[in-house]
């Protein structure tokens, strides 16, 4: 790709930005890298992930862990060799979820530590034959046009029926039939109103609850692997290939830390509140700091010194997602994207290339929203947000895993297609919303 568009000589590699200052003077950026050297630019475009900040709890004693410990994310380049050691992992959300179905193949012994039960549906993956593959291939262009008009940027289209509106059997009948399909068809070509808080959404839940209890041979096991205490689709869905088997196997133990707390990590392993595990290798499934999360890791000074972490105190405070006031030139591209990330990034790529074109061609030097139209989007943030499943859980999406952390909805609360068409509307009215200089 780098060759082929000739972008080498215009990467810099091993390049950790520690610092971005603003130069209200002269309209430009001066960038901080780690190592010292430095660089200026007029335009900074932060490509810095979702969710890349990985994040560790701060449980006393980790420093004392004798044993090999690492967060998922930060996973050693040369492996780690599992094979007959006793393993224990702190997490079960997506990335838990899939780690421990894995490395169970392996493991000697396996102490899950479970806070929060998740709704995981199966994903059915499987090998793809060539000729599949080429038909594939072949409507990339076809493909990536349907995601364009669904709500996540994904390839499915939901159900536009409700669930309530047709029959119990037709409705368990649509249920069975997606759940035995592959990939995400189960929630998001499903009736439409499963992914809205309220009756429908209970009724798959439930339907979802009994799946999982028929996979799990010990009943108290089963019922702690059931989620009771969020609505479906409140938190990412996890998806799996064989987890809830995982908990069949002799040599694994499910640990619920909500019962019994961890207090500790102890030389040995981790201590609860009601005992000790001993471990060789402990696993962090702990999740990101996400969204905001990697830009708070860089110094981030915009106009009259305000940095971009005091700002984003209470949440993100933003036009769109894509600039904040005081903060010119600096488009933050990961706060702006929703659902199917790399579908939703193309887009909005364009959108800002579009943007520096026409600051550049009308001779402008600074862009960056108005006071108002920040404040108008961040209040449409927080009450349309409001309504959403996605605010309804203690999950990333609106930074409530982090101890601290404001609670506030950290994408769009509008559909990608929506988004988009906001978008197009602003550019189209001479990028309305933006104070150009
Ligand atoms: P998630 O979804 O944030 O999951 C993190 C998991 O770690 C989750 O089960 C948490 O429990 C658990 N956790 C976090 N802190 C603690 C403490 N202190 N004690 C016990 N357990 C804890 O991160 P993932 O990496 O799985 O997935 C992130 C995204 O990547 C995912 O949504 C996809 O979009 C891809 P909790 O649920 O908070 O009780």
Known sequence: MADKF???????????????????????????????????????????????????????????????????????????DLAGKRVGVIGTGATGVQLITEIAKDVGHLTVFQRTANYCAPLRNGPIDPETQRQIKASYPEIFKKCSETAGSFVHQFDPRSAMAVSPDERLEQY???????????????????????????????????????????????EKLVPKDHMFGSKRLPCESGYYEVYNQDNVLLVDVREAPIERITPTGVKTRDAEYALDVLLFAT??????????????????????QA?????????????????????????????????????????????????RDHQYTRIAPTPEAEAAWTQHVAEAGAKIL?????????????????????????????????????AAQGYAGFQLQ
Not at 17 to 32: G, K, L, P, T
Not at 50 to 61: D, K, M, V
């Open 176 to 222: 069975e039939r997606l759940w035995a399909e592959p990939g995400f068809k189960k929630w998001l070509a499903n009736f439409y109103d499963i992914m809205l808080p309220g009756p429908a959404n209970e009724d798959y839940a439930a339907f979802v609850r009994q799946k999982i209890r028929a996979r799990v041979k010990d009943p108290v096991v089963a």
């Open 390 to 426: 996605r605010t309804q859980a203690d999950s990333w999406f609106v930074g409530a895993n982090i101890p601290g952390k404001a609670r506030f909805l950290l994408t769009s609360p509008d559909t990608a297609p929506v988004m988009r068409a906001k978008r197009a509307e602003v």
């Open 6 to 80: 000739d972008l080498r000589r215009n990467i810099q590699c091993n390049a950790r930005v520690s610092a971005a200052v603003y130069d209200e003077r002269a309209h430009r950026w001066q960038i901080r890298l780690e190592d010292g050297r430095r660089a200026r630019a007029q335009f900074v475009i932060t490509a810095v992930g979702l969710l890349s900040a990985h994040y560790i709890p701060a449980f006393a004693g980790l420093e004392s862990f004798q044993g090999t410990w690492c967060h998922t994310g930060r996973w050693p380049a040369e492996g780690l």
């Open 311 to 359: 700002k984003f105190a209470q949440g993100p405070r933003t036009y769109m997602g894509l600039q904040s006031a005081g903060f010119p030139n600096l488009f933050t591209i990961n706060a702006a994207s929703v659902g199917n990330f790399v579908r939703a990034a193309e887009p909005l790529v364009d959108w800002v290339c579009d943007c520096l074109c026409y600051v």
């Open 287 to 308: 999740g990101y700091d996400a969204v905001t999360g990697a830009l708070n890791r860089i110094a981030i000074r915009g106009e009259g010194g305000q940095t971009l």
